[in-house]
């Protein structure tokens, strides 16, 4: 049981290029959910899914585009980078939010 | 939109001696889970402790406890016989259940940064 996954776990780009971070989880949670961490401002929530093929915005979308195609994956799309994107990046799932949701190892990505 | 403040940006406290961390929040909801995570330096997540609001039993894990005051919106994490290992941020989040129309996002406090010192 690996958990939550992200790949990759470092990341630099130039401004304007596009990439995808890689999430997938194999607990076959429903809710999965991307979270960026900037210094002194906690997690905030970018996007979100509770199950496959339903997607929806959560506090700092913009940006960033998801996709929910299986259970498993739940890939992050920066369509043009930007410095202000510079943080760390973390996916969680959960079974049941009342108990909590599962992180992965972050990745942190670099914007130059 | 419910929000949570963590007051402490920074503590510290000496080994084996019992720190607590304050959090409070703000809704209108009756029913709500809360969470304190831990993040060490390898900046993995780590779920410490959940209390559900409509109960009034304060939470307990080992040695981590909360203290959840529903009518005063706080909830602080008290650990006894502070560990080297328990040096980390730690963060106070809030979660509306789908039960009660939210979508079960969590919302994070700024976290506070604690040292425990040999």
């Known amino acids: 049981n690996a958990g939550v996954t992200q790949t990759p776990k470092f990341q630099v780009l130039k401004t304007g290029q596009s990439m995808t971070l890689q999430c997938a989880q194999d607990m076959n949670h429903e809710y999965m959910s991307w979270y960026r961490q900037d210094p002194g401002m906690g997690l905030r929530l970018i996007h979100y899914s509770v199950g496959a093929g339903i997607t929806d915005q959560g506090e700092v979308p913009n940006g960033y585009n998801v996709s929910r195609s299986t259970t498993e994956d739940f890939p992050l799309r920066l369509l043009s980078a930007a410095p202000s994107q510079t943080s760390v990046y973390f996916c969680?799932?959960?079974?049941?939010?009342?108990?909590?949701?599962?992180f992965g190892p972050g990745t942190r990505l670099t914007v130059l | 939109a419910q929000t949570v403040t963590q007051s402490q940006p920074e503590m510290s406290v000496q080994e084996a001696e019992t720190v607590t961390l304050s959090c409070t929040y703000d809704?209108?909801?009756?029913?709500?889970?809360l969470f304190w995570y831990k993040q060490p330096p390898s900046r993995q997540m780590i779920l410490v402790i959940r209390q559900e609001a409509y109960k009034q039993q304060n939470a307990t894990e080992n040695r981590f406890s909360v203290n959840f005051q529903k009518a005063a919106k706080s909830f602080s994490l008290k650990i006894s016989d502070s560990q080297l290992g328990d040096t980390a941020m730690y963060f106070c989040a809030f979660m509306k259940p789908r039960s009660q129309g939210g979508s079960e996002k969590l919302v994070f406090g700024k976290g506070t940064k604690l040292t425990v010192n040999p």
């Open positions: 969680a799932s959960s079974y049941s939010g009342k108990f909590g949701q599962f």
């Open positions: 809704t209108s909801e009756s029913n709500y889970y």
